[in-house]
C-alpha cells in the first residue's frame, strides 16, 4: 500500500518532552478509518520510530487517546470522517501531560492524583465478613452508576482547562472517582474523601467549564461528580465537620 | 479565536461569566469614588451627571447593565448547577441565561434612546 495524491495530510507531532515539531505525512484513505489506524499506517509503512500507545483498539483499555485537531478523543473509536477539514487531520499528544516521546504522553501525574483525590477504597469488612448486600436502587447506587464506566483515558483531564492553570488540581477523572467511593456505604471513612478532594487542588478549583462531560468518550459527566463533592464539602462544612 | 476543545455553551458562558465579573471590577471603584462626591464634592459630582446626561455615556451605561446581567445570570446558573443535582438539560439552562441577560440589557437600551 502506497501513499498517493488522495491521500490524507496527516500532520503528527514528533518529539520528546518540550521539544518538538509537527511533521506532515500523506497516508492513503480506507473505507471506516480510525485515527488510530492512520497512526498505525504511519508507524508501519512510513516512519517505524514513530511512538505511540494503545492495546485494545476497541475502546476499552482508555491507552490511545491523543489530541486530534486540538480536541482531545480515544482515536481507536474516532473514525477519520467525523475529524477531517480539508483533507487534513493533525494529531499530538494528550494535552495537560508530559510528552515522553511523539504521542505517548506520560500518563503518570493522573493516575497520582487519583490516588491523591482519595480514590481508594477504605474497607469496613474483611475476607472473613459476609459480602455486604447493597440495593441497585437507592438514589446513592444510581448516582454512583452514572461515574464508574470510567477507562482512564485522560482525555478530560486533557480538555479540562483547570488543570492547565493549576498544576495541583486532581482533574476531573480523579475526583469522579472520589465522587463514587463517597456514596458508596460499604466505604468506611468518606471524610477521609472529603479531606482529600477540598483542600488546594480539590474540587473547589473547578469552574465548570464543562470540557471534561463534553468530550468523555464514554458519555460520563465529571462536572456532575465534581458538583455533588462541591455540595457535600460545603455542606460538611456547615454541619461542622471537615 | 477559541481553540476547538472549548468551542461549546458552558465555555462561553464561562467565558462571558468572566469578562463581565473583570469588566465589573474595574467599574465599582469608579462607581463608589463618583458616590463619594455626594458628601464631600457635590458641585463635581453634579457636573459628573450633566456628563452622564451625554449619549454616548448612555450608550456606555447599556454596556453596564449588559454585564451586569450577564453576571447575574451566570451567577445563578453556577449556583443552579453546583448547588442543585442537574440534569442534562444543563447546557439549555447556560444558552437561555444568556439569552435572558440579552433581554433585560436590550430592554433597558430600548428605554434609554
Known amino acids: 500500500m502506497t501513499a498517493d495524491s488522495n491521500g490524507l495530510h496527516v500532520d503528527v507531532w514528533r518529539g520528546s518532552g518540550t521539544e ?17 489506524d492512520v497512526v498505525a499506517w504511519i508507524q508501519q509503512y512510513a516512519d517505524p520510530t514513530l511512538s505511540y500507545r494503545y492495546a485494545c483498539r476497541v475502546g476499552m483499555c482508555g491507552s490511545c487517546a491523543m489530541m486530534v485537531n486540538g480536541v482531545p478523543r480515544w482515536t481507536c473509536r474516532t473514525h ?29 501525574p493522573f493516575f497520582d492524583k487519583w490516588v491523591a483525590a482519595g480514590g481508594v477504597h477504605h474497607p469496613t469488612r474483611d475476607r472473613n465478613d459476609e459480602i455486604e448486600k447493597l440495593s441497585p436502587a437507592t438514589p446513592e447506587r444510581i448516582e454512583t452508576d452514572t461515574g464508574i464506566e470510567c477507562i482512564n483515558c485522560s482525555v478530560c483531564y486533557a480538555a479540562c482547562d483547570t488543570v492547565s492553570s493549576n498544576v495541583d488540581f486532581l482533574g476531573p477523572a480523579a475526583l469522579q472517582r472520589a465522587w463514587t467511593l463517597y456514596l458508596d456505604p460499604k466505604d468506611a471513612d468518606p471524610g477521609v474523601i472529603l479531606e482529600a478532594v477540598s483542600g488546594r487542588g480539590g474540587c473547589h478549583n473547578c469552574h465548570s467549564q464543562g470540557s471534561c462531560t463534553l468530550h468523555c468518550p464514554n458519555g460520563l459527566n465529571p462536572m456532575k461528580a465534581i458538583a455533588g463533592l462541591k455540595r457535600a464539602t460545603v455542606s460538611s462544612f456547615f454541619k461542622g465537620g471537615r | 479565536m477559541i481553540r476547538p476543545h472549548r468551542s461549546h455553551p458552558l465555555w462561553i458562558a464561562y467565558l462571558l461569566h468572566r469578562l463581565s465579573g473583570l469588566g465589573l471590577a474595574l467599574f465599582l471603584p469608579v462607581h463608589f469614588y463618583v458616590l463619594a462626591f455626594a458628601l464631600n464634592q457635590p458641585e463635581r459630582l453634579d457636573a459628573f451627571l450633566r456628563f452622564a446626561d451625554d449619549p454616548l455615556v448612555k450608550v456606555a451605561e447599556f454596556g453596564l447593565v449588559f454585564l451586569l446581567a450577564v453576571h ?5 446558573r453556577l449556583l443552579a448547577l453546583e448547588f442543585l443535582p442537574w440534569s442534562p438539560r444543563q447546557k439549555t439552562m447556560a444558552a437561555s441565561a444568556v439569552a435572558a441577560a440579552f433581554l433585560v440589557a436590550g430592554t433597558f437600551f430600548l428605554q434609554a434612546v
Open chain 1, 80 to 108: 477519520i470522517k467525523k475529524v477531517i477539514k480539508d483533507n487534513a487531520i493533525t494529531i499530538a499528544p494528550l494535552r495537560n501531560l508530559p510528552v515522553i516521546k511523539d504521542l505517548a504522553a506520560d500518563m503518570d
Open chain 2, 72 to 76: 447575574v445570570f451566570g451567577g445563578l
Open chain 1, 20 to 36: 518538538g515539531r509537527f511533521e506532515r505525512f500523506l497516508v492513503p484513505m480506507q473505507e471506516s478509518q480510525t485515527i488510530l
